[in-house]
């Protein structure tokens, strides 16, 4: 769902300027393109596309060089409106676009990227504008992006939301600068929340896929597909174990420790960010690859306290794994179903039903002494998890028709 967010800023007098100058621009761009658009259609049958009217402007920067102090795609912007405007006219939903006056009050323009805003210091950036005041009186992004820093990067302990890092994942769309009769300056941050349709997707056993959490690699799909760790989560893990010894070795209290253990710090935060991107894109992918998934209800802490597992399970995160995952489901209107930890997933074989009692935790492979099935163990495990979660659902659903 896509949702606007208005705050007030506060340009300096020389930002002002620049502000009034860019409102001129783009309604001067927006004016000639429609001047050429009628022109050449009605002199020539021309249909001017966006393109013509974008190579347009090239030319217009050399006749009217005050154009080439704003920013190009706030003036490719205005371009975009009036062949909306265009298309909105010919599929019956609005009136022929006309020429903006500067009578119509009509003082804005927009940004569609590269804007920034520093949270920590309220302030903004608009490019060719440079950085601005800018109250924020309600929280306009999830503390979850924040957290997990899908749109923002942290510059000197302060935490600065880019537009650009926001690419991936399609949350800021285009800002738009307004000014207001009384002299008030507005930003408008459109936002899409990724909040999913009230109707959630249907599924069924084709488009639903079971995971096990994996021991040796992170996970495996019912679909037999084997996820490993990243790499370079094991490099990165060698280097922090370097780092811890660096630091355990300096004399407490000496500058080269507080150095040791700024790096160690920083250390962290790498992994943590390589294991956000990692997870973030197979939460992605498996989420838009089916419309349901099922998983293991693991309690990670109680395996982590009884097993010497302790490193693996903690190192791939995998309850947060589960978070992302649940989360994005509910963006996309996909179905998460979890099955009970203590549902026999590994030991049953998926073809016959075996329950293979003696399976102990260094058995990767294993052969159905009853139908003589060659089982990878986690795989076996992902499509039991399967299997019961939809067979749960059934019986429930059942149940439910029953009463
Ligand atoms: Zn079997």
Not at 183 to 205: A, C, K, T
Not at 279 to 298: G, N, P
Not at 324 to 330: D, F, G, I, N
Request: proline share 2%.
């Amino acid at each position: 769902m896509k949702k606007s967010y208005r705050y007030r800023i506060y340009p300096n007098k020389e930002q002002k300027t620049l502000l009034e100058q860019h409102f001129g621009g783009t309604r001067f761009i927006y004016n000639r393109s429609l001047f050429i658009k009628n022109l050449m259609y009605s002199k020539f049958k021309i249909n001017v596309t966006e393109i013509d009217l974008n190579n347009n402007l090239k030319l217009l920067k050399e006749l009217h060089p005050w154009l080439k102090d704003q920013n190009s795609q706030s003036l490719q912007q205005a371009n975009k409106n009036l062949l909306t405007g265009f298309k909105n006219f010919f599929e019956g939903n609005g009136a022929y676009p006309t020429r903006k006056n500067k009578k119509d009050q009509n003082f804005s323009f927009q940004v569609p990227q590269n804007y920034q805003i520093n949270l920590t210091t309220s302030k903004i950036y608009l490019p060719k504008i440079g950085w601005m005041k800018i109250v924020l009186h309600r929280d306009f992004l999830d503390k979850e992006f924040i957290e997990n820093e899908l749109v923002t990067k942290e510059v000197n302990g302060e935490i600065i939301l880019d537009q650009k890092l926001n690419r991936k994942f399609d949350i800021f769309k285009t800002l738009t600068v307004s000014r207001t009769s009384a002299g008030r300056y507005h930003v408008s941050i459109l936002i899409d929340n990724h909040v999913p349709e009230p109707e959630p997707v249907e599924f069924d056993e084709k488009t639903t896929v079971g995971i096990d959490v994996g021991l040796k690699s992170f996970a495996a799909l019912s679909t037999g597909e084997i996820i490993d760790n990243p790499r370079f989560l094991n490099t990165s893990l060698d280097r922090l174990k370097k780092l811890q010894r660096d630091v355990s070795r300096m004399k407490k209290g000496s500058r080269n420790r507080k150095k040791a253990v700024l790096k160690l710090a920083k250390h962290h935060q790498l992994i943590q960010n390589q294991r956000n991107d990692f997870q973030h894109k197979l939460s992605m992918k498996i989420i838009s690859e089916s419309q349901a998934t099922c998983i293991e209800d693991l309690n990670v802490k109680g395996m982590v306290r009884n097993h010497c597992l302790a490193q693996s399970i903690s190192d791939v995160g995998w309850s947060e794994f589960i978070r992302k995952l649940t989360y994005k489901a509910e963006w996309y209107g996909k179905t998460i179903l979890q099955i009970g930890r203590f549902e026999a997933s590994s030991k049953l074989c998926n073809v016959c039903g075996y329950k293979k009692d003696d399976l102990t935790l260094d058995i990767r492979e294993w052969e159905c002494p009853s139908c003589k099935t060659l089982h990878d163990r986690d795989i076996n495990a992902s499509i039991n998890i399967k299997k019961i979660a939809l067979n749960n659902l059934s019986t429930a659903g059942t149940a439910g028709r029953a009463c």
